[in-house]
């Protein structure tokens, strides 16, 4: 059965860094989207992505944050400088009709 | 401001039990309300609802959805084990896109 896959599973960075997320969404799929989910509190939608470009955004995705679709298959997000309040799971996401979700990448800032 | 609400936050059942998970929400634009399992990491998907009214079911899990009461209820009957997870609703709406909010989900243990 196809699935979301993504990249690293864990990431642990110092304060500032840059950091990049990897996705591979299932291949058919058109819509790609990325949530974050701190430990212990809901899931938050971050950005919707279609045609090569976002479609809409959260206020939590300010100009830190930005995604790419570099070639065909990987999705990316990439957090310039981070922050301490960054660290949680990042979840990749794609949609014919349904979403399904990749298995996430746990961030640590420290 | 959308939302999406759901009780409870936690329940423990002993295997065999029947639980009913609420979920409620106020979202504009809704298109369809989802049910997801979260055990360790992603939430697996569980069913998708748009019209009012009409049950989904898959083996012991069953779920519906009210439009009227802005509401929806997943059942699990005979509960398992394997059932302990994180219940979650989410409900796309708003965006042109149908990005999910979500709510916190209901943390069910099932004890043997």
């Known amino acids: 059965e196809p699935e979301v896959t993504q990249t690293p599973s864990h990431q642990v960075t110092q304060m500032g860094q840059e950091v990049i997320l990897r996705c591979v969404p299932i291949?058919?799929?058109?819509?790609f989207y990325w949530y974050r989910q701190i430990l212990g509190q809901k899931v938050e939608f971050l950005v919707s992505?279609?045609?090569?470009?976002?479609?809409?955004k959260s206020e939590i995705f300010d100009d830190q944050f930005s995604v790419e679709r570099p070639d065909g298959s990987n999705f990316t997000l990439k957090i310039r400088s981070t922050k301490l309040e960054d660290s949680a799971m990042y979840f990749c996401?794609?949609?014919?009709?349904?979403?399904?979700f990749g298995p996430g990448t746990r961030l640590l800032v420290l | 401001e959308d939302k999406v609400v759901q009780s409870p936050l936690s329940l423990v059942v002993h295997e065999g039990d029947t639980v009913t998970l609420n979920c409620s929400y106020e979202?504009?634009?809704?298109?369809?309300l989802l049910w997801y399992k979260q055990e360790k990491k992603a939430p697996t998907f569980l069913f998708m609802l748009?019209?009012?009214?009409i049950e989904k079911k898959s083996g012991r899990l069953s779920s519906i959805l009210d439009k009227k009461e802005l509401s929806s209820i997943l059942n699990i009957t005979a509960t398992q084990t394997g059932d302990s997870a994180i219940y979650l609703c989410?409900?796309?709406?708003?965006?042109?896109?149908?990005?999910?909010?979500f709510g916190k989900g209901t943390k069910l243990s099932v004890k043997p």
């Open positions: 996401a794609s949609n014919a009709e349904t979403q399904y």
């Open positions: 291949s058919n799929h058109l819509y």
């Open positions: 992505f279609y045609n090569n470009e976002i479609s809409e």
């Open positions: 979202v504009t634009n809704f298109r369809s």
């Open positions: 748009t019209s009012s009214g």
């Open positions: 989410a409900v796309a709406g708003g965006g042109s896109q149908g990005n999910l909010i």
